[in-house]
């Protein structure tokens, strides 16, 4: 009797030591909300200009909001020395149906391991690109625009539409304000170490009032190493991850660089920065994205356009935003992207405003609206007359295209 009461005794205490050197987190966020948008694409048939009309709907705001609804768990374990082991798995998924986001992916928003020293900390798995970790936070789609005031089609990936798999990032601790990351995705491909290969890298400072962020992102084969991640996507070269052309039953996907799969190799490059004013913050980010090498059918994607050269896009972007009270923030962002193309006369030019208000109920809950008005004009990566195509919603059936949006945001 006296070694099972010992025994009982010394597993509650070992049992009491795991539980004090280790924690997990269920965490989440849930955006939902109604818009209202125009021109909203319904079908392109082969011959035709594309048809469409105005629509009234609810969104996750993944879809037409500030960010996606999701839910996870993250935990850490006290290995000592300084040294801890960590985790996290993200599922994503649309609050107005249930199903999952990301293609259909169980944590398809995040899921990776790792260690956290002093020296740094280095992870493995599914997770964000350099981008997303250094610029998005100074970006008018990292603060109030959320996903449908990003880029055109989300274009240099500040609203993390796109995640990488099979990842090692490492990111360094913060010394003054600064740090600093990289990463790198292995291709997978027997026989072709480099190919379908990724690899990005940034850095970033904050002090006071003044923050800045910059990164590098490079894609081999863009099509499949970048779009092509999700359990849903292609794994192919006949296949056109990136988006598609449209239907006389379907709208286009992706208008904007669709056109461009057969990139052999994708570069983006982002410099951010923003000031604080009293209760006025004022950013400036300009992000230029390249689609090298196109007419890579082999390895890379289809090229139905015949494609050749480079095509490039130069994005600046001006934003504000006002502290009115401790619960009331308003702001307001304007972007120009033009597109350039080798061997090619036209291009395409797309100018986006966008103007939104949060009020905060609570520390967990927020009530929000956002207006959103792009045009688009000149001949985009689909060969055709372009189209606005707000990111996240369905691309306009002309060159013009607003959507408002009125939303409510949970955390847990």
Same mark, same amino acid.
């Given at each position: ?14 049992? $009491? ?10 965490? $989440? ?6 818009? *209202? ?23 996750? %705001? ?40 990301? $293609? ?6 995040? #899921? ?46 500040? #609203? ?52 800045? $962020? ?48 057969? #990139? ?30 196109? %007419? ?10 015949? *494609? ?67 045009? #688009? ?36």
């Amino acid at each position: 009797m006296k070694k099972m009461l010992v025994a009982v005794a010394g597993t509650c205490a070992l049992t $009491g030591m795991a539980r004090a050197q280790s924690n997990v987190t269920l965490y $989440g966020l849930i955006d939902a909300g109604v818009n *209202y948008t125009t021109n909203v694409q319904t079908s392109k048939p082969a011959n035709g200009a594309p048809v469409g009309g105005s629509q009234f709907a609810m969104l996750d %705001g993944g879809l037409g909001g500030i960010s996606g609804s999701r839910w996870g768990l993250k935990g850490t374990e006290d290995l000592g020395g300084g040294w801890k082991a960590l985790f996290q798995l993200e599922s994503g998924m649309n609050i107005n149906n249930g199903s999952l986001g990301q $293609g259909g992916a169980m944590f398809g928003r995040q #899921a990776f391991v790792g260690l956290s020293g002093s020296p740094g900390t280095v992870t493995f798995g599914r997770q964000y690109d350099s981008m997303r970790d250094f610029v998005q936070s100074y970006a008018a789609t990292g603060q109030l625009s959320g996903v449908i005031g990003a880029r055109p089609d989300d274009l240099d990936n500040l #609203a993390d539409s796109r995640r990488l798999n099979n990842v090692i990032k490492y990111t360094s601790p913060k010394f003054k304000g600064f740090t600093f990351g990289g990463l790198y995705s292995i291709g997978g491909i027997a026989g072709a170490p480099g190919r379908n290969q990724f690899w990005s890298v940034g850095m970033s400072y904050a002090n006071g009032p003044f923050g800045f $962020g910059s990164a590098y992102v490079n894609a081999r084969n863009p099509n499949l190493s970048y779009f092509g991640t999700n359990p849903n996507s292609s794994t192919s070269p006949t296949g056109n991850n990136m988006g598609f052309a449209g239907s006389a039953t379907a709208a286009q996907y992706n208008p904007v660089y669709a056109g461009f799969a057969s #990139a052999h190799t994708m570069q983006i490059f982002g410099v951010a920065t923003t000031y604080g004013i009293g209760n006025f913050t004022l950013g400036v980010n300009y992000t230029n994205t390249r689609f090298d090498s196109l %007419g890579d059918t082999a390895t890379s994607g289809p090229n139905p356009y015949n *494609y050749s050269g480079s095509a490039v896009f130069d994005s600046p972007e001006v934003n504000i935003q006002y502290q009115v009270s401790p619960a009331l923030r308003l702001g307001a962002a304007y972007n120009y992207t033009h597109l350039k193309r080798a061997n090619y006369a036209n291009g395409a030019t797309y100018n986006q405003y966008s103007a939104g208000a949060d009020y905060a109920l609570s520390k967990r809950t927020v009530v929000y609206g956002i207006a959103v008005f792009q045009t #688009a004009s000149g001949t985009d990566s689909l060969n055709q007359s372009a189209v606005a195509s707000i990111d996240g919603l369905t691309p306009s059936a002309t060159s013009r295209q607003a959507s408002f949006r009125v939303g409510l945001r949970h955390y847990f």
